[in-house]
């Protein structure tokens, strides 16, 4: 017979694997050749986790996986950018919630994620206790409540997933319970980063509360393993829409044929291309950042060579709060004979004249 407790330890449930993180450069110093004096500074400033499954992905240091996870004393050296890249807490009417466009809000509830990404966006506040507690939720509800433009509530993080079953249920169903609110997206980077958290009874909880979407974050291929399969087909068989919000990171993903393995490999996971974000100016990050060349010939090189279900909107989340706009290469090209079309091999192709009037005035 089984022993019990040798099985619970060869199947741990995604909090043991949680509380077996790796949180400190000294319990990495055993696995890579690191500078640990230099990254205990960067760990106090900006945590790290990195738990047992992510860790077991990362195949060389230095590779795509690692710079995701691993600390780089750069994060305390470089200046650049902001704290608050995207002006969050000046559109925000209560502390964690952020009401930047008309019909949506953005409503933080969890200050821990199952890993905690370099390139973080909130990496000031990311782990740290203060964030959000149960009163900046009460209070971000009564805002919603409050306020009846608000068709959209976007839960966010830290990650909405590191809360417990119950908790979850208890802030779905208050949230259900505001007639205005049509809509609740989850954001979550559990499904790359824990899947194991993705169980059949946090499936339950979840499909509850339709109609529910989760946006996660896959950043490179070698993210889909059969573990995150397996949790977004769980998702999806629940009938939540499953979007991808990938960001565009120097030496990880600012290449061509990685992105396109990446997009290609997430439809097959049922996982819905969504955002290509250029990279927040958030301080302790510039050595991740791309130039916007480098996303506009990845998103020309994808286009027509790929299906349009496999391709994501590339954007850019303006600072200082001016919300995300979309980038395109352009595909229009101006020739003696007027206004012409580029196709995704280069080939020229024209076009009746008289549709084409008013191109080039404002902005068009
Ligand atoms: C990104 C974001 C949203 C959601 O934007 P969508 O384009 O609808 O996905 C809402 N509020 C804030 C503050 C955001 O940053
Ligand atoms: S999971 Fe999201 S919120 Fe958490 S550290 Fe990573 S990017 Fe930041």
Do not use: C, M
């Given at each position: 017979m089984t022993d019990p407790n040798k099985r619970a330890a060869a199947v741990p449930g995604w909090k043991k694997l949680l509380s077996r993180s790796f949180s400190s450069p000294q319990e990495l110093a055993p696995h890579f050749d690191l500078d640990k004096t230099a990254l205990q500074k960067v760990t106090a400033r900006y945590p790290m986790r990195i738990n047992p499954y992510y860790f077991s992905l990362i195949k060389t240091p230095g590779d795509p996986l690692y710079k995701q996870a691993v600390p780089d004393a750069r994060e305390i050296e470089d200046?650049?950018?902001?704290e608050d890249p995207l002006g969050e807490e000046a559109l925000s009417p209560c502390p964690g919630l952020t009401h930047k466009y008309p019909d949506r809000v953005l409503l933080l509830v969890s200050n821990q994620c199952a890993m905690y990404c370099r390139f973080c966006n909130r990496k000031r506040k990311v782990g740290r206790p203060g964030l959000v507690d149960r009163k900046t939720i009460r209070a971000g509800?009564?805002?919603i409540r409050g306020h009846k433009e608000i068709r959209d509530v976007l839960l966010s993080g830290g990650d909405p997933l590191l809360l417990s079953d119950p908790e979850l249920h208890a802030l779905l169903t208050e949230l259900r319970a505001i007639a205005h609110v049509a809509v609740v997206r989850i954001g979550s980077r559990v499904p790359c980063t824990l899947p194991q958290r993705i169980t059949p009874a946090l499936v339950r909880v979840l499909k509850a509360f339709h109609p529910l979407y989760l946006n996660t974050q896959f950043n490179h291929p070698s993210e889909?393993?059969?573990q995150a399969a397996a949790a977004c087909g769980r998702l999806a068989?629940?009938?939540i829409g499953l979007g991808c919000q990938t960001v565009l990171l120097k030496g990880i993903n600012d290449d061509s044929s990685v992105m396109f393995a990446l997009m290609e490999k997430l439809i097959e996971i049922r996982v819905r291309p969504y955002y290509l974000f250029q990279a927040d100016l958030a301080r302790g990050t510039a050595h991740f950042w791309t130039p916007v060349a480098t996303g506009l010939k990845i998103m020309r090189r994808l286009q027509g060579r790929l299906s349009g279900l496999c391709l994501p909107h590339y954007v850019i989340d303006l600072p200082g709060g001016g919300g995300k706009v979309p980038l395109l290469p352009s595909y229009l090209r101006q020739?003696?004979?007027?206004?012409?079309?580029i196709n995704y091999l280069g080939r020229e192709y024209t076009y009746p004249v008289e549709?084409?009037?008013?191109?080039?005035?404002?902005?068009?």
């Open positions: 200046p650049a950018g902001e509800l009564a805002y889909i393993t059969p068989d629940a009938g020739t003696k004979k007027g206004v012409t079309f549709l084409l009037e008013g191109l080039g005035e404002e902005g068009l």
